[in-house]
């Protein structure tokens, strides 16, 4: 990282930040194009070590690249704040981010899918102990994203 003044290396701010947002952006490489995908997302922190979750369908263009190119970076951002100033060359603002790599996984698991979905609606509704109907389960598909590298910034 160029500004290590503002890196951010305590593993719990890390964690306390990616447990306040809700939406971590997905690059994949497409044949030499860049495809950014949006999605609600749950996470699991284990010795440091981030898994996160998210769903969709099992077609289209997230679905394809995720079966072919299972590498992928990440970003989540979060807490911006403009910073006005005198002059547009001195405004600034005030944010966090977490920017990343890793590995994904088409879940076919149940039980697995189960876990990711609640991982999911816990960190959507702060709530746990849902339900899932077999059919519901069978119709949506699960993504798991195994974090190879993680940095955090903040200004």
């Known amino acids: 990282m160029r500004r290590s003044d503002r890196e951010i290396t305590d593993s719990r701010q890390i964690e306390a930040f990616i447990a306040r947002e809700q939406i971590i952006r997905i690059a994949f490489y497409d044949d030499g194009d860049i495809y950014i995908v949006p999605v609600n997302y749950g996470y699991i922190c ?25 590498k992928v970076g990440f970003e989540i951002d979060g807490g911006y704040q403009l910073i006005e100033a005198d002059s547009a060359c001195n405004y600034s603002a005030r944010f966090q981010s977490v920017i990343g790599t890793g ?15 609640d991982t999911l609606m816990k960190q959507a509704s702060h709530k746990s102990g849902w339900s899932y109907s077999d059919a519901m389960l069978n119709a949506v598909t699960v993504f798991r994203l195994d974090a190879d590298k993680l940095s955090c910034k903040a200004k």
């Open 103 to 117: 590995t994904l996984h088409i879940v076919e698991d149940i039980a697995e899918k189960r876990k990711g979905l």
């Open 46 to 70: 284990e010795n440091d070590k981030y898994t996160f979750y998210f769903h969709g369908a099992g077609a289209g263009r997230k679905f394809s690249l995720a079966a072919a190119s299972p």
